[in-house]
């Protein structure tokens, strides 16, 4: 089974910056597709940036495209999320997910997901 556990949340200033972790446990694939979700308080689940693990091609929201850059190590089987320039409107829960092929916008279709890890923004 595959497990994924995100880290690297706190507080920023607006301006400032984070990085996020997401560990990867477990069998893996070549085929797989990696995510950034991320949940404002009182809204629902947005996609934020995801990753082709075998080929490292990267798709954005508008929103974070030159502020955020995903990416992963492949020896640490890690995929991280570099938020620069962060905004009050960046501030959220924000969660790894993972899908054999495409990753799907609604969260809950893809394969794996983890428990969240909080980011807060002030300006």
């Known amino acids: 089974q595959v497990q994924l556990v995100e880290s690297g949340g706190g507080l920023a200033q607006a301006g400032g910056s984070l990085r996020l972790s997401c560990a990867i446990s477990g069998r893996t694939f070549n085929s797989y597709a990696m995510a950034w979700f991320r949940q404002a308080p009182g809204k629902e689940h947005e996609f934020v940036a995801s990753?082709?693990?075998?080929?490292?091609?990267?798709t954005y929201i508008d929103s974070v495209r030159g502020r955020f850059t995903i990416s992963r190590d492949n020896a640490k089987n890690t995929v991280y999320l570099q938020m620069n320039s962060l905004r009050s409107e960046d501030t959220g829960v924000y969660y790894c997910?993972?899908?054999?092929?495409?990753?799907?916008?609604?969260?809950?279709?893809?394969?794996?997901w983890g428990q969240g890890t909080q980011v807060i923004v002030s300006s």
């Open positions: 997910a993972a899908r054999v092929g495409v990753i799907n916008r609604d969260i809950r279709m893809n394969d794996y």
């Open positions: 990753i082709r693990w075998s080929s490292g091609s990267t």
